[in-house]
């Protein structure tokens, strides 16, 4: 049977993530990988689960069993609320921030509505936009006219600016974090074109050094959907995020919810409850920064002493990923397939650039492979890096 | 700050679930309720569940804890396939049957395309087509033109159809079960209009009385759609669900779920398979049926008690719910705030059909209400509706 004429749409739109890709050919256990974003299975609080479940069981008994409000249960609500400091109004517990994401857009945008973004960004929320139809562009496209410009052609019709969608603490792919003027330059703009800021945090919890930068949401609340996590900070495997936003707009959530999944995991909303209102996340948390920061300073060790000269990395201050730029010329997703076949896995930086643009970076994270494997694997990626960057020089 | 024009065009076709907000301004636990569709807490198994944790932990280590396949574990996938006879590849598992729903319709319907569904019809599904600006049509609006049939007028252009969408095994809302025939018919039209099939079966698992009839699914596998759920198998408040389906559909939902929420709950999905592939769930389906038997049978004996004459009602062989069809005239809508001020509540008929026709029916749960409150609660509304009974006689 052909199913082509019964699809949606959207369907032509849907992206798949070539992360996830990888992850489906290559058996990454067998090699050095850098790809991915999986936190440290270290980091995971496996001794609080060994009691959590039963003391869920104990104190809230079959309710944590049960259906539950689509808001999220009120304890975990509160919870967040508190950490947060907001009304527990402003708050709504997500099956994963990547439903944040998508649930804004849902709610935000229709087929050919542009989403402005900071680059290299998120490849999951690209998937998200593309595959509402929409029409993603660099902040950098918006070019206000100035007053008194003249306009040689007739003005093009207003592009339908929804949002502006911006991971400013530890970028995933590259890992850096948004100044205090630059966040302030993003709710200007918004202000500018009246939209909303979808403000993507799933590592801000995760900093390692350098000082705390103030939310975009406490700078624009009326205008910030801040979206949280709960994967680097309790553990992926329960699939739990929030959203932190102006009640008006939680309110389409909440109903467009209802029909995507009723409500969030009940049960794991209550372990998350337990372990974060016992302090048990935050005595993690202290655990889970040392090892990344050690992660980190290995890594770049490791790239001083393996990159050969040309290479360039940012520093991260938190977060599991950091970003490298090869001298011009050096094709990382050519140069993907020798990587593999060799025994080291990262991801190609032009996947993270709207126009597939900067085919000279990738995105390596630190968090996920297995310490021992990391010099070998880096000393392995530094000569691959290096012969490419003499066949560049010598064509 | 006014957000209205930011949003996307399918929200102004959002629909609140009228039980959800049922649930939202009551305390139903003061009053005696056959609303909302919950199991019977005493289903589930609270006792395995004080073990299962730590055997997952055991079993599977951190792995239980990461993020996962976007199809699901493959444990569990196979565990699934295995109890329903079907290839691994044939199987996506679900964050919740609810989202199911969602993304067989997002993957297949555009503004204006047409589902046709039979009614009564499950509440929580239109939300879902009505929220992609589906247009819902019961089944009997289809009647393909007779060879030989005149054609007075232009005919109209043909409708957009996209699936059929079946609640075959204990509907809800009325409890009732197709024959087979019955399912030929709709496996008939879904040929001719080629065109698929959505058969949610949350409840196939739970028959007690009669016998089982073929799945749609067997009888149309290259054409149906099959959703399962663990809500009344295991516990809702684990939100896991699978579809059945040909891969080529199956992988354009698996796309769509990597930008919808990654992947299922993973620990959860852990717990699932343990429970599942050890017997325990065979062995808590045992009770779980006998339990709503004598729910069932506890009900219909108190409508017979308390019902005047004139009421009649659906008998299911299972599932969680019975259909209540008063005598003309009398509106269960109105009827509503009456019943709720005295202390018991249901859901209004008319909820369930796309006219909102049908106002002299009701649906009544009978699992989730506490035992002792259901005979006071119906000897309460069998009253009410003989008040309004002798209303409509007198009028």
Redesign the interface.
């Known amino acids: 049977?052909n199913?082509r004429?019964?699809?949606?749409?959207?369907?032509p739109s849907?992206?798949?993530?070539p992360v996830?890709e990888i992850?489906r050919k290559v058996d990454l256990s067998a090699i050095c990988s850098f790809a991915g974003g999986?936190?440290a299975?270290v980091t995971?609080p496996?001794e609080d689960?060994?009691s959590?479940?039963?003391l869920v069981?104990d104190k809230y008994?079959?309710k944590?069993?049960?259906?539950?409000?689509?808001q999220g249960v009120p304890e975990l609500r509160e919870a967040i609320a508190k950490r947060y400091n907001v009304p527990v109004s402003m708050v709504q517990i997500t099956?994963?921030s990547?439903?944040g994401?998508?649930v804004c857009t849902?709610?935000?945008?229709?087929p050919g509505?542009v989403i402005l973004t900071t680059e290299p960004t998120y490849l999951?929320a690209l998937?998200?936009f593309k595959?509402y139809r929409a029409d993603v562009r660099p902040i950098s496209s918006v070019r206000p006219p100035k007053p008194g410009e003249v306009c040689a052609d007739a003005p093009a019709p207003k592009p339908h600016y929804?949002?502006i969608y911006v991971i400013p603490d530890f970028n995933n792919p590259s890992g850096e974090t948004m100044s205090l003027a630059e966040r302030e330059q993003i709710v200007a703009l918004a202000r500018e074109l009246?939209?909303?800021i979808v403000e993507d945090s799933p590592y801000r919890e995760i900093r390692y050094t350098g000082e705390d930068v103030p939310m975009i949401r406490e700078l624009a609340p009326?205008?910030t959907l801040h979206l949280g996590s709960f994967?680097k900070i309790f553990?992926?495997?329960?699939?739990l995020g929030w959203i932190i936003g102006?009640e008006?707009?939680l309110e389409?959530i909440y109903?467009?919810k209802?029909?995507?999944?009723?409500?969030?995991?009940?049960?794991?909303q209550y372990m998350a409850t337990e372990f974060l209102t016992s302090g048990a996340l935050d005595a993690n948390l202290v655990k889970t920064k040392a090892e990344y920061r050690r992660r980190r300073d290995l890594m770049v060790s490791l790239l001083d002493k393996y990159m050969p000269e040309g290479v360039k990395w940012t520093y991260p201050e938190g977060g599991l990923f950091l970003f490298l730029t090869l001298p011009e010329g050096v094709d990382t997703i050519e140069m993907y397939d020798e990587a593999l076949s060799k025994g080291v896995a990262y991801v190609a930086g032009s996947f993270f650039y709207l126009d597939g643009s900067h085919r000279n970076t990738m995105r390596l994270n630190f968090s996920f492979v297995a310490e021992e494997k990391m010099e070998p694997g880096m000393k392995l990626l530094g000569e691959i890096v290096k012969k490419r960057i003499d066949g560049t020089k010598t064509l």
Chains 1, 2 share one sequence.
């Open positions: 049977m199913y004429h019964l699809f949606s749409s959207d369907v849907f992206m798949r993530s996830r992850f999986y936190p299975a995971f496996v689960l060994r959590l479940p039963g069981l008994g079959t944590a069993l049960q259906y539950g409000a689509t099956t994963s990547q439903q994401i998508d849902r709610i935000l945008v229709d509505d999951g998937q998200s595959a929804k949002f009246d939209i909303i009326e205008r994967s553990a992926p495997g329960f699939r102006p008006e707009l389409q109903i467009c209802q029909a995507l999944d009723l409500c969030p995991p009940v049960f794991d």
